[in-house]
């Protein structure tokens, strides 16, 4: 290939990875002026302001003032509103009051209702809540106001339905499916979510049955950009994610799509999670997904898109969404394989594949996949030995993880273009069957164990095109191999990105190795570039120069702060104080208190307190005493009857709390309620830990315990009541935070928590 072909090749391949990526989402722009019959990403961020204000989850200040926002706003509009109260504890024992936001707009038809859902609660203690979820809040006001200006009454009533207390366990959803008269006329469901600041919408279907007709009326709403595929939807029912639409699937068997963004993962329910920080792209990409959705399905019998049926489905640029029925997968896969045998077939009887070069063309393969695999693996346990206050970041995403992702893909291309470059004396036709022989095995193994992936195929199918292709010709065109090679680049070159986005930094290997199977799928064009060790060079110093740019970022600063945690606890069985934190680096910030000769927590409960990642104290240090006033646990009644005994307890707060965290030793708890609310039988059978259940408490209520469990055990429970005011309670004097630190999340902090015991023999 002439040298000036192969730089415009490469620019336009370029070009294409890029626009792969930009393409996604839509490109912001002040719309403020906009008729008033059209959603507006101006007008939609004035809500996210307004809620963003204040850290507002449950039970705090703010919460309240945020919840009549939302009433205001709906009354503004002209609709009446009303609010749903009470006690739900979920399916993760995470008690709370909750109250929800409920509007209805009525339909001119009788069929099923549509429900527009999105939760108004920020995180607990300092998340801010301008992405997660006010966004999604944002996006339903915005979008319903549209809706409404244009006079035009809906065939469906559309459900309004701004939930509460989704943070600590969906709670709200779950109070509204157990309870309120309106699930039963609910059709679909339409959530908004977040969980990062920014990147584009992704839609993810809850379905108990298939998606096959969910996908069809998906495609016919038209949205103009949609981020979608059945991996992501195979991936997420494996993975323990839920949302307030899962309640819906799960009690009530009503099928829904989930909308969430969760790029910029580092700023996740964390004090970063403001107004300025949501990327104005997202908003305006969400309110694109709720135009078009709330047009169509509005007007569509919503008893239509049940089926049995499952799809393949993936969006690629220009031909938005694609999707197939999964009786194609095997017949698709068979035909792949089957063309493959029709290729070798052909280029041996051409004499131009052999068995030694294509033998051969497994060595430069598997030395780019070992290697590239293996250095994915291991990155980010390289990463945190390097850096160790990255083990602070518990998302697992570094401020600056867009730069590794480059790292580690250039290093991927560099290992890749060289490994090919010492084996470019083995001709062309004979490198290519190997690859193609690896992506078979793969899709085998897909149609097996992964269905939504089966699509995986497709850029397969141009790759045994361009086999053919230069099987048949010598010099082929190299812009014909490039047009071959864009399935690949727009299906794959996205999921490289995600992975570790969605993931964490610690599943850099699935870029690495999808970086390097993508190579393989470019190869006929990649082969006729002569100066492979060039590319490896380049690669290899673009390597290094993002790895620079990490490094030279890898500090905390002010645009870029430290999670950092601090507790005040105190035992009051054993009258003992302490400091305690959860960094494994400690600041300056916590060394105030925990000091350089810090101890091991080993002296405190294994079980303080739960938290998101399972994380524990790190370390501890003596603390004066401090006139914390404890709880009163007060024994209700204590019966036996055969062999049960039946327990009733009280707990009292006698300061203004925010949480209390009950947790049992071993003995079996054969039911519990906690103020009148039954905990599932199913949780108490796998109790992790101990813990018995959380309670987010509202109004210094207080809390009822009533147990039953074996008569002849002996019963221990630890209660660990804590508020969130540390840094402002008038008997401590903890100074604010400097500007490059902010509280950590997934952990109680800032707190001051107090612990009790009470055994029962």
């Known amino acids: 290939m002439k040298k000036t072909s192969s ?102 038809g009788t069929g099923k209702a549509l429900l527009l859902l999105s939760h108004y609660d920020s995180s607990p203690h300092s998340s801010l809540g301008a992405s997660d979820a006010g966004s999604g809040v944002a996006t339903i006001l915005e979008g319903v106001r549209a809706f409404l200006a244009k006079n035009e009454s809906p065939k469906n009533d559309i459900i309004i339905l701004i939930s509460d207390a989704e943070e600590l366990g969906l709670n709200g959803a779950d109070l509204f499916v157990r309870d309120h008269p309106w699930t039963k006329d609910v059709g679909l469901v339409i959530n908004f979510e977040a969980r990062g600041s920014g990147g584009p919408g992704i839609m993810i279907l809850e379905t108990n049955r298939g998606n096959y007709n969910l996908i069809k009326e998906f495609t016919k709403a038209n949205p103009e950009y949609p981020v979608a595929n059945s991996l992501a939807y195979s991936i997420y029912k494996l993975l323990p994610n839920d949302t307030d639409l899962t309640v819906f699937r799960e009690k009530a068997d009503i099928d829904g799509f989930n909308f969430a963004f969760i790029d910029d993962h580092f700023d996740y329910h964390t004090a970063r999670d403001s107004y300025e920080r949501l990327d104005k792209n997202t908003l305006a990409h969400q309110g694109s997904y709720l135009t078009a959705l709330l047009d169509h399905f509005s007007a569509l019998d919503l008893t239509t898109v049940r089926s049995l049926k499952e799809s393949v489905y993936f969006n690629v640029p220009i031909f938005k969404m694609v999707s197939y029925p999964f009786e194609w997968i095997w017949p698709m896969l068979f ?47 390289v990463l945190k030995s390097i850096y160790p206050a990255y083990t602070d970041m518990l998302h697992g995403f570094t401020y600056n993880g867009h730069a590794y992702i480059l790292v580690f893909v250039f290093f991927s291309l560099s290992s890749c273009f060289y490994a090919y470059h010492k084996f470019q004396m083995v001709k062309t036709p004979n490198l290519l069957v190997a690859p193609l022989f690896l992506w078979l095995v793969v899709c085998t193994l897909i149609c097996s164990y992964l269905n939504g992936a089966a699509f995986f195929i497709i850029p397969v199918y141009a790759s045994l095109v361009a086999l053919y292709i ?49 190579f393989f799928l470019l190869l006929p064009l990649i082969i006729r570039i ?10 290899f110093l673009l390597f290094l120069g993002f790895f620079v740019s990490a490094h030279m970022n890898s500090d905390f600063d002010v645009d870029n702060p430290k999670p950092t945690s601090l507790l005040y606890v105190w035992n009051v069985d054993k009258n003992e104080s302490h400091w305690a934190t959860y960094e494994k680096v400690v600041s300056d910030w916590t060394k105030q208190y925990i000091g350089d000769t810090k101890m091991r927590p080993e002296e405190l409960s294994e079980n303080t307190i739960s938290s998101k990642y399972g994380s ?24 036996v009857i055969g062999m049960h005994r039946s327990l009733k307890l009280q707990v009292i707060p006698q300061r203004n709390v925010n949480r ?47 147990l039953v469990y074996p008569a002849d055990a002996t019963l221990e429970l630890t209660f660990y009541e804590a508020s969130n005011d540390l840094l402002t309670n008038p008997q401590f004097t903890v100074p604010k935070r400097p500007e490059d630190n902010i509280p950590m999340p997934f952990v109680l902090n800032d707190a001051i928590l107090t612990i009790q015991k009470m055994k029962f023999e």
């Open 616 to 639: 524990g104290f790190s370390y501890v240090a003596e603390a004066p005493k401090k006139e914390i006033a404890p709880p009163i646990i007060e024994v209700l009644s204590d019966t």
């Open 470 to 518: 230069v099987i048949n010709q010598k010099s082929p065109n190299g812009f014909l191999l490039l047009f071959l090679g864009l399935p690949a680049i727009f299906i794959f070159a996205p999921f490289i990105q995600l992975f570790p986005i969605a993931l964490g930094l610690k599943m850099m290997v699935a870029s690495t190795v999808f970086t390097t199977l993508t």
């Open 335 to 381: 035909l792949g394989i089957a063309l493959f045998l029709g290729m070798l077939v052909l280029g041996i009887q051409k004499k131009v594949l052999n068995g030694k070069d294509m033998l051969k063309g497994f060595a430069p393969m598997l030395i780019a996949l070992i290697i590239n695999g293996a250095v994915g693996y291991f990155s980010w346990g």
């Open 660 to 706: 209390l965290e009950v947790f049992t030793n071993d003995t079996p708890i054969d039911k519990a309620m906690v103020n009148g609310i039954a905990l599932s039988d199913y949780y108490l059978k796998d109790r992790r830990n101990g813990k018995l259940v959380t309670h987010y408490i509202t109004d210094n209520e207080p809390t009822l315990l009533s």
């Open 7 to 108: 730089v415009l090749i490469l620019l336009l391949l370029t070009l294409a990875v890029y626009w792969s990526i930009a393409s996604l989402m839509p490109t912001y722009s002040a719309d403020i002026d906009l008729g008033k019959d059209s959603f507006s990403t101006d007008r939609a961020l004035a809500h996210v302001e307004a809620i963003s204000k204040e850290p507002h989850g449950v039970g705090f200040p703010a919460h309240q003032k945020v919840g009549s926002y939302i009433v205001s706003q709906l009354e503004k509009m002209g609709l009446q509103t009303q609010l749903q109260k009470g006690y739900t504890a979920g399916d993760w024992a995470n008690l709370s009051k909750a109250t929800n936001i409920l509007a209805r707009i009525k339909g001119t």
């Open 530 to 539: 002569r100066n492979k060790r060039g590319l490896a060079f380049l690669s």
